[in-house]
């Protein structure tokens, strides 16, 4: 199993970002994918999540502002972020899940991470 984000990186505060999250090793499109952060000093926190069969859920934070997707074909997760602040700075990892989860940003409930990528929201 392999899942390895891209497209951290720096952005002034209202930017956007895309990250991306490239898997192998495991049946893609039957898994719960999310999207998790944590910050300097800070336990990591669910941004957001899909489920296999397309349900998805994200942190009241980044409501409005974050877009997460996936193409099976592809086997690829992503993230759209807009409207960047300085507190979404974070380390951002990609982790799978079995699907059918009853609360799709709970940590326990993933099995497989990413190595995580870096963005850094400052002027």
């Known amino acids: 199993v392999q899942l390895v984000e891209s497209g951290g990186g720096l952005v002034q505060p209202g930017g956007s970002l895309r990250l991306s999250c490239a898997a192998s090793?495991?049946?893609?499109?039957?898994?719960?994918m999310g999207w998790f952060r944590q910050a300097p000093g800070k336990e990591r926190e669910g941004v957001a999540a899909?489920?296999?069969?397309?349900?998805?859920s994200y942190t009241n934070s980044v409501k409005g502002r974050f877009t997460i997707s996936k193409d099976n074909n592809k086997s690829t997760l992503y993230l759209q972020m807009n409207s960047l602040k300085p507190e979404d700075t974070a380390t951002y990892y990609c982790?799978?899940?079995?699907?059918?989860?009853?609360?799709?940003?709970?940590?326990?409930?993933?099995?497989?991470w990413g190595q995580g990528t870096q963005v850094t929201v400052a002027s």
């Open positions: 982790a799978a899940g079995k699907p059918g989860l009853w609360n799709l940003l709970r940590e326990s409930d993933y099995s497989y």
């Open positions: 090793g495991f049946a893609f499109s039957s898994h719960c």
């Open positions: 899909v489920d296999s069969d397309g349900s998805i």
